[in-house]
């Protein structure tokens, strides 16, 4: 019974770094990626955190480089791009247990956005309906990388929304599972380069209508099967059709 406890565990792990590993490398292809920066999270359970290494390219992680951390001190001896992860992303798993994965990037058109003197995506695009109601705002730059508090402070502007738009530096999305969040961080990018690219003409960007959004929020995909999609074809995609992952999943 303790054996079989304990392979239920170790597949349970391998699983969920065979999924993050492969979000890293997604994001990497999509050019949502800064080299070996930003960090993307996920909680195996109430104490065991997975997280980004900070010294691999994205485009090379794989499920054995990702870190399993053991707390401030190990995470401190990893250096200070590690430790800036860490502490972000601790923080606001404790703060919001459901959220178990924690993507955090600085995508090219929602950091963008967030330079602008009223960061608000509109909802005026299909692409933007999605996340009415879902974003929230930090009011300013948030200076200390790394320091204690930061975590928390990113927690406290984020509330109970999906999304914080970080002024002046780019996106958290927080969500149950990888795929989800995902396609939240892909789809936010999208919905802001529209509102950027539209921005850029001069002209005033119009939000659609109250019956609009009703419409298009009713006709459209249930989520989590479209993320679960949409994450496999990526993958197939970075990966080539037998992909890297090495674990049976039926088995
Ligand atoms: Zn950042």
Known sequence: MAIARVQSVDREEAHARDVLAAAHRIAAHD?????TWNHFSLMLDSERMLITPADRHWALIDPDSLVLTA???????RGLQFLIGYRIHRPLHEIRPAARCVLHAHPPYATALS???EPELIVASQMSVGFAGRIAYND???LIGGAAGQGE??????????????????VMIV???VESAYLDLYT??????????????????????VIEV???????PDSDDEARRHFAAMRMLVDGPRGRSTLNLTG
């Open 31 to 35: 050019g949502l990626a800064e080299g």
């Open 71 to 77: 707390g401030d001190d190990d995470a401190r001896e």
């Open 115 to 117: 330079l602008l003197d």
């Open 140 to 142: 300013r730059y948030d």
């Open 153 to 170: 402070r990113i927690a406290t502007a984020l509330g109970d929304k999906d999304v914080l738009l970080l002024r002046g530096h780019g």
């Open 175 to 177: 969500g149950a599972g």
């Open 188 to 209: 936010l990018e999208l919905a802001c380069r529209s509102q950027i690219l539209a921005m850029s003409s001069g002209r005033e960007v119009r939000p659609l209508g």
């Open 214 to 220: 009703a419409e298009l929020t009713a006709s459209g």
